[in-house]
C-alpha cells in the first residue's frame, strides 16, 4: 500500500473516533444533565418539607410533600403521619436543622432520599423514596419513614459541625 494512502486511512479513522466520542460525550453530558434536573427537583422537595417542619406547620408540610403521591390518597395513613410528625416533637425535641446524608437513584425510575433532621433531643432519620413511572412523568412519594436507626445511615463525610 502506499504511504500516503494509509496515512489518509489512519487520519480518517481518527476523525471519526473524535467525532464519535464527542458526540457521545455529548449524549452522556445529555443524560447526566437531565439525572441532575431530577436529583435536583427532589432535592427541593424534601428540603422544602424539612424546612417547612423546622420554620412553619407539620400539617402543611406533609400536605404539601404528599402532592401526587398514592399516599395523598390515604386520608386514615395522612392523619395518622401528621399526628405522628407532631407528636415527634415533643418525643425529640425542637426541630432545629436538616442535613443531606444520600440522594441518589437506585435505577432509572427511582430516587432515594436520606435526611438527617436535626432536633434538640435526638436526630432523626427521614427515609423517602421516590417513583417515575415514565420518562415525562411526574416523581411521586411511594415511601416515606423516620426512624433512628443510626447504624444503617449510608457512610457519607463529615459536614463541618455546626452550633446548636
Request: some cysteine.
Amino acid at each position: 500500500m502506499n504511504g500516503r494512502y494509509v496515512l489518509a486511512l489512519v487520519t480518517a479513522a481518527a476523525i471519526c473516533v473524535l467525532a464519535l466520542q464527542r458526540g457521545g460525550t455529548a449524549n452522556l453530558n445529555h443524560r447526566q444533565q437531565s439525572s441532575d434536573d431530577d436529583l435536583d427537583e427532589i432535592e427541593m422537595r424534601v428540603s422544602g418539607f424539612l424546612r417547612e417542619l423546622i420554620n412553619r406547620s407539620s400539617d402543611d408540610a406533609v400536605d404539601e410533600l404528599l402532592v401526587g403521591s398514592p399516599l395523598e390518597r390515604d386520608e386514615k395513613k395522612t392523619t395518622q403521619l401528621k399526628d405522628q410528625v407532631q407528636a415527634s416533637k415533643k418525643t425529640y425535641g425542637e426541630f432545629l436543622r436538616q442535613e443531606q446524608l444520600e440522594l441518589k437513584r437506585v435505577g432509572g425510575s427511582i430516587i432515594r432520599a436520606v435526611y438527617v433532621l436535626h432536633c434538640r433531643r435526638y436526630p432523626v432519620i427521614w427515609r423517602m423514596t421516590f417513583y417515575r413511572a415514565t420518562a415525562n412523568g411526574d416523581w411521586a412519594l411511594v415511601e416515606l419513614r423516620y426512624d433512628t436507626d443510626y447504624d444503617s445511615l449510608p457512610s457519607t463525610r463529615p459536614a463541618p459541625a455546626l452550633p446548636l
